[in-house]
């Protein structure tokens, strides 16, 4: 991903496309650490986990999505 975002960055802004991605990464990742303990007291570990699974399927979909925005010329 961060291959991707270099290519289609500002040559620029390039640098400050990739801090914003990694502190988003980060950002993510502790509210995930908070999230998960909270969603398991709700519906258990084993579902709590599988929500988890939400965040790589909607990277797939934003990646297919702009795969194929690039390919219409937009």
Same mark, same amino acid.
């Given at each position: 991903?961060?291959?991707? /975002?270099?290519?289609? =960055?500002? &040559? #620029?802004?390039? %640098? *400050?496309?990739?801090?914003?991605? *990694?502190?988003? @990464?980060?950002?993510?990742? =502790? /509210? *995930? $650490? &908070?999230?998960?303990?909270? =969603?398991?007291? /709700? /519906? @258990?570990? *084993?579902?709590?986990?599988? !929500? !988890? +699974?939400? #965040?790589?399927?909607? %990277? $797939?979909?934003? $990646? ?6 690039? +390919?219409? %010329? @937009?």
């Amino acid at each position: 991903m961060l291959a991707l /975002v270099a290519e289609v =960055a500002p &040559q #620029g802004a390039a %640098g *400050t496309a990739l801090t914003l991605q *990694t502190c988003l @990464g980060f950002l993510l990742a =502790a /509210v *995930t $650490i &908070q999230a998960v303990p909270a =969603a398991a007291e /709700v /519906v @258990g570990w *084993t579902w709590a986990f599988a !929500l !988890l +699974a939400f #965040g790589p399927a909607a %990277g $797939i979909a934003a $990646i297919r999505r702009f795969r194929r925005l690039r +390919a219409d %010329g @937009g």
